[in-house]
């Protein structure tokens, strides 16, 4: 479909519509931002205790610390702008700041995902080669890879936001609830099907690449819980592979529920979509730190000592 159906016109600031058809929109903006705060909360807890415990500096903390970086950026990117919305009633968003956080925005929901990759094989090397563990994955090469993680996502979305910044703009109206890259191409003078192609190409690598290689690796783990005879190394085991799929599911069944429901044929409208899309920007990033303070043995045990106010001794 050509453009020139379209009036072209320069677009200094969208408007943000996503919620004019809410009625209670004050209680929905006070209930993001106390996720909002809580995210930052315990994601900053979770930083701190590990940066500050040498006992801590190892792999599997390193990820975690990586994964607390990456839920503070994406949930930023999309709740600030919501509560601005909605508590502030400010709508109006500059095309530059829209932008930016659309690229920080997918940049995070990429990087997450590679995220828990990362810690999903480091589980499987620790639980399948104990006694190698420590002479594979390393500090430096986790950190190694870790920043490979950042600069595929960075890579990525340097295409994909070059596309979104290369449209014409015509509707300076974003219909959504935050800015992305398929509220923006949609407020495009142009025919947004063709523009949906590469971030399709983005959620089947995610989807279809990422994620079954996630769910292997915990067959692989759960397989070998299974053959353990010590039962207090199988319950350890088990907690820990717990708290990855609880972490895990957070993350992807939002987006599976809305990729099922389109492919059997439900059409989901504006109100539903917006549901989702809330549901899976800001759920997995306050479940992320909620889990891993209170499931994971050491850091509860850190946080237990700052609230009995133990004193905590490092340890090099």
Not at 19 to 27: A, M, R, S
Not at 91 to 99: A, D, E, G, L, N
Not at 306 to 315: A, C, D, E, N
Request: glycine share 2%.
């Amino acid at each position: 479909m050509a453009a020139e159906n379209y009036t072209v016109k320069n677009v200094d600031s969208f408007i943000v519509i996503g919620f004019d058809h809410l009625q209670n929109q004050k209680l929905l903006g006070f209930l993001i931002l106390i996720t909002y705060m809580l995210t930052l909360l315990g994601n900053g807890i979770n930083l701190c205790i590990i940066s500050t415990d040498r006992q801590l500096h190892k792999p599997m903390y390193i990820l975690i610390c990586n994964l607390a970086v990456v839920d503070i950026m994406f949930s930023s990117t999309c709740s600030t702008t919501m509560i601005s919305v909605l508590l502030a009633e400010i709508k109006t968003v500059s095309y530059y700041s829209c932008i930016s956080r659309t690229y920080f925005y997918h940049l995070g929901d990429i990087t997450v995902c590679m995220a828990l990759s990362l810690m999903a094989t480091d589980r499987l090397i620790a639980i399948r080669l104990p006694l190698r563990y420590h002479s594979i994955v390393t500090n430096s090469r986790t950190c190694v890879f870790i920043l490979l993680t950042w600069l595929i996502a960075f890579a990525i979305m340097g295409v994909v936001i070059s596309v979104a910044d290369s449209v014409p703009y015509c509707q300076p109206v974003i219909k959504y609830v935050f800015c992305d890259y398929p509220s923006m191409i949609r407020a495009a003078c142009v025919n947004p099907e063709p523009y949906f192609f590469l971030p399709a190409m983005i959620n089947l690598w995610l989807l279809c690449g990422q994620f079954p290689f996630i769910m292997c690796t915990y067959a692989v783990l759960v397989y070998s819980v299974t053959r353990l005879s010590n039962n207090s190394s199988k319950r350890q085991m088990i907690s820990t592979c717990s708290s990855h799929l609880i972490v895990l599911f957070s993350y992807y069944a939002p987006k599976l529920v809305s990729v099922l429901l389109t492919r059997i044929g439900v059409v989901l409208s504006l109100t539903e979509r917006n549901a989702v899309t809330i549901v899976a920007s800001v759920v997995p990033s306050l479940i992320n730190p909620t889990i891993y303070c209170t499931r994971t043995k050491e850091i509860r045990k850190r946080l237990a000592d700052v609230f009995l106010h133990k004193r905590i001794v490092p340890q090099s």
